[in-house]
């Protein structure tokens, strides 16, 4: 019912930027929180950034003042704006929301825990 798309993955010098971009599909009523996480080779999937659908934004202290989330609540979709790359960000990065209210046969229904494919990012030195 409800899919979680990340894109704007790739490889980039340290000092780069890249743009990673999450769109929500279905029928979607309501998304409060969404946020991105990334997982490194060997490492646990750590958060990188959350924000709620009126704004209110968490970084993770390592990309504080490097990373900016945002996004277009009538898009369902969810940005993260990355600058000042280093090779310690290549990770996979993922899209997650923990709840999403979608409309099914005429009802609505709260759904947890979604999860993006994942896009990888690689920062060389």
């Known amino acids: 019912q409800v899919q979680l798309v990340e894109s704007g993955g790739g490889l980039v010098q340290a000092g780069g930027s890249l743009r990673l971009s999450c769109a929500a599909s279905?029928?979607?009523?309501?998304?409060?929180?969404m946020g991105w996480y990334r997982q490194a080779p060997g490492k646990q999937r750590e958060l990188v950034a959350t924000i709620t659908s009126g704004g209110s934004t968490n970084y993770a202290d390592s990309v504080k003042g490097r990373f900016t989330i945002s996004r277009d609540n009538a898009k369902n979709t969810v940005y993260l704006q990355m600058n000042s790359l280093k090779p310690e960000d290549t990770a996979v990065y993922y899209c997650?929301?923990?709840?999403?209210?979608?409309?099914?046969?005429?009802?609505?229904?709260?759904?947890?825990?979604?999860w993006g494919q994942g896009t990888q990012v690689t920062v060389s030195s």
């Open positions: 279905g029928s979607i009523v309501n998304i409060n929180a």
């Open positions: 997650h929301a923990p709840v999403v209210v979608y409309r099914s046969i005429g009802l609505h229904f709260t759904g947890k825990d979604y």
